[in-house]
């Protein structure tokens, strides 16, 4: 029982994670120039690479807090990859347990979107957890021509082909195609996004402004966000899930809180930026770095 709590509270992190990476103002125009690259592959001499609203190459680095201990890491990072003859977006979120959990209840989780850039439609979803005794290891692929997915589960050696929209979208990728969108607070958003092998409602409630302190980050003003997801292995019975975002252009998740039966409460909580950009976030603590905040309209709060 309590596994099967632990799984889905994990679960809800991440969606809390890849949710709060999405919810937030579209960066202004300076911050749309062409990506850097991080690849293990030398760069090409020429490249059809859009302009995209996120830094590709950024990779993002979570605690996972229970109590007071740090029980495990979670990493968000993106790279650009070749497949055949074609230049595509990965976008991954592993995590990880720390010795103090994996000693009863061991986490290696890999969850990746390969994406076509230039449309930021996915075009492959992999799904491969290992919590506890729980094993899952699926993957689906997108036909956006003729508007189907197909799904297959490959420890179980089973299959399902269902319909999809002709915009539909994975989890992490719908999420960080909606970095791209405006949000504003006091209000609510309703969407769709693919998750299970189906099609499910995802209803946000954008709240106040707040200013935090975590970690190696001082007095980071974020958004905070009340979110409801209508689907099985990320928000189904876990209680409450709270995340806030940092308002400025880098839109980083900062904070996400699950509150859940017989576990308790477990948060996410910022622990370091890598990648490119010259900033707050990959210069802790440095004054020269101010955090630069959004202007939001009029009769949002402070």
Request: proline content about 5%.
């Amino acid at each position: 029982m309590v596994n099967g709590k632990w799984r889905m509270v994990l679960g809800c992190v991440v969606f809390g994670l890849s949710l709060s990476l999405a919810m937030a103002e579209s960066a202004p125009d300076s911050a749309l120039a062409p990506a850097q690259v991080v690849t293990n592959q030398p760069p090409k001499a020429a490249t059809n690479r859009p302009a995209l609203w996120f830094p590709v190459g950024e990779a993002i680095y979570y605690k996972v807090q229970w109590g007071v201990l740090i029980v495990a890491d979670t990493k968000v990072s993106s790279e650009y990859i070749e497949e055949d003859g074609r230049e595509l977006l990965a976008i991954r979120v592993t995590t990880r347990s720390r010795n103090v959990m994996s000693a009863f209840y061991p986490v290696d989780d890999f969850i990746e979107s390969v994406v076509d850039p230039v449309t930021f439609l996915p075009i492959r979803f992999t799904k491969r957890l290992s919590e506890g005794r729980y094993r899952l290891h699926e993957i689906t692929t997108f036909d956006h021509k003729a508007r189907m997915a197909h799904w297959r589960h490959l420890l179980k050696n089973d299959h399902q082909d269902f319909a999809i929209d002709a915009d539909t979208r994975d989890l992490i990728s719908y999420m960080f195609y909606m970095r791209s969108q405006n949000f504003e607070p006091g209000k609510h958003y309703d969407f769709r996004v693919m998750a299970d092998e189906k099609l499910y409602d995802l209803l946000v409630e954008a709240l106040d402004l707040e200013t935090l302190e975590i970690g190696n980050y001082a007095k980071i003003r974020t958004l905070k966000l009340d979110p409801e997801a209508k689907f099985h292995g990320l928000f189904v019975r876990v209680g409450k899930l709270e995340v806030w975002i940092s308002d400025d252009e880098r839109c980083l998740c900062v904070r996400a809180t699950a509150k859940a039966p017989v576990i308790g409460t477990v948060r996410l909580l910022i622990d370091r930026v890598e990648g490119p950009g010259d900033d707050y976030w990959t210069h802790p603590g440095n004054t020269n770095y101010p955090q630069i905040a959004r202007n939001h309209s009029e009769g949002s709060s402070k």
